[in-house]
């Protein structure tokens, strides 16, 4: 399974959880579930062809592959977890969560957690600058 094959037509986010594979939907689920739960007033939609979530910017994204889960935080949101990222597989802006793995929820409830105050002080400061 390649993630431009299930994106390429998925018009949702339930679309594209939809055309994975059993076990990969159920961990994408409840990483749907997890950061909807984080951040309940972000906005769910389809961005770059996979599930994103935006609360004054961008927050997250999330997506399938073969052999892994990935989690788009953004470097910050890489950079603050580093310590407990160090299990996982991560570039500057992305960490992979090998499939058939324990998934780490309360982890990503915090980092989604921690995009969205970010996202609300940058907007907050902007705010003020005007």
Known sequence: MKRG??????????????GLPPEVRA??????ATSR????????RI???M??????GMLTFLAAFEKHVSLF?????????KKELAPYETSKGTVRFPLGTPMPYGLITRIVKFRAKENRARAEAKRKTK
Request: net charge neutral.
């Open 5 to 18: 094959k299930a994106s390429a037509v998925a018009a949702s986010v339930g679309a594209y959880i939809a």
């Open 27 to 32: 961990v994408l689920r409840k990483m749907r």
């Open 37 to 44: 739960k984080a951040a309940p007033e972000a906005e769910e």
């Open 47 to 49: 961005s770059w062809g």
């Open 51 to 56: 599930p994103a979530y935006a609360l004054d």
């Open 73 to 81: 935080p953004g470097p910050d949101g890489i950079e603050k977890f």
